[in-house]
């Protein structure tokens, strides 16, 4: 007879592994004015990153002989839309290789707020976890209902005296801060002709926990790519996978670090991306699956999941347009 075996499906993880390189290396997080400034913009971009991207890979060698690394190119569809995939797509390709380079996989930055039908933005948002400042009880509203993400305390509310002048004024304070506080409050979304509009520097967050591997929905991972077929490009951007695969040997797409190459413009936007990281309450699954592979591979990453993304800025053009809304 065979013997049945009855398990809880509760105590059995359900959060998949996905596939990790050693380094997520992104070649560009452009705009729709990049674009719009002709192809001499895309081409000095690339030509400035080829420079990063080989000190990047060294950095890389240095953690292990052989490194896994794979590329990663995002565009911006969700703030603006320029041009189409079918025209836009090669010129970026032609560009990157003109340089050397080549792109695995290519996103559409609207897939960092809804990819495949699942919210991404709006699961992220209830995962965060403000760091309350000493002594505070609690008075202001929540983040997901203000939109608002600060690293300390802000400076409270005060009173006028019948003069017009100001008592009491306190200055906003950093949590942690070391001899003199470096204070940030982070709008998180805005509300625009009645739907959600998520800011550049949250889509950004969440596009970095999707290179770290670290996002899942229902335990299933999240902006998986789907492979390209060789074929023509789509005239709409919505027809566009969110991830879209354009090499067949490369590494996987997900890695424990990254590295993130960028005009110097993105620098205050970053900023905020690692305020947002540092307040994530990441999926513990996902948190441990990734440690015991390191741990396996002999590779250290760092416990705080803002010290796994670090950056390149470059000197970008003079007359760049702002890099929130493209």
């Not at 009173?159 to 409050?185: C, T, Y």
């Not at 905020?272 to 309450?281: N, Y």
Request: include cysteine; charge should be negative.
């Amino acid at each position: 007879m065979t013997e049945a075996v009855f398990r809880e499906t509760t105590a059995e993880s359900r959060t998949q592994s996905v596939p990790l390189s050693h380094l997520s290396l992104e070649l560009g997080h452009l705009y729709m004015e990049d674009f719009e400034a002709g192809p001499g913009r895309l081409r000095e971009h690339f030509a400035e990153v080829r420079i990063w991207v080989d000190a990047a890979r060294a950095s890389a060698a240095r953690r292990g002989k052989r490194p896994r690394i794979s590329t990663c190119f995002l565009i911006d569809d969700y703030f603006t839309r320029f041009s189409t995939p079918a025209d836009l797509v090669p010129h970026v390709l032609h560009e990157a290789e003109r340089a050397g380079l080549v792109i695995d996989y290519l996103a559409r930055e609207s897939a960092c707020a809804v990819a495949d039908r699942i919210e991404l933005a709006e699961s992220v948002m209830h995962r965060l976890v403000e760091s309350p400042p000493p002594g505070s009880y609690g008075s202001r509203p929540a983040v997901s209902q203000t939109g608002w993400l600060a690293n300390g305390q802000r400076t409270p509310t005060t009173a006028r005296s019948a003069l017009g002048e100001v008592k009491g004024w306190q200055p906003p304070l950093e949590i942690a801060a070391r001899n003199h506080s470096l204070f940030m409050d982070v709008e998180l979304w805005s509300e625009k002709d009645g739907r959600r509009l998520w800011s550049c520097p949250f889509l950004a967050a969440v596009w970095q926990l999707a290179r770290l591997g670290l996002l899942r929905h229902l335990g299933a991972p999240v902006l998986v790519p789907r492979p390209w077929n060789g074929e023509g490009f789509p005239h709409d951007w919505d027809q566009l996978p969110p991830l879209l695969g354009l090499n067949g040997s490369a590494a996987p797409f997900s890695a424990y670090r990254t590295c993130t190459l960028l005009p110097n413009r993105f620098l205050a936007v970053e900023d905020a991306v690692r305020l947002i990281l540092d307040q994530t309450d990441v999926d513990a699954q996902a948190l441990r699956q990734v440690a015991e592979r390191s741990a396996r591979e002999g590779l250290a990453v760092p416990a705080a999941i803002a010290q796994r993304a670090t950056y390149v800025f470059y000197e970008g053009p003079a007359d760049a347009g702002s890099s929130e809304e493209g």
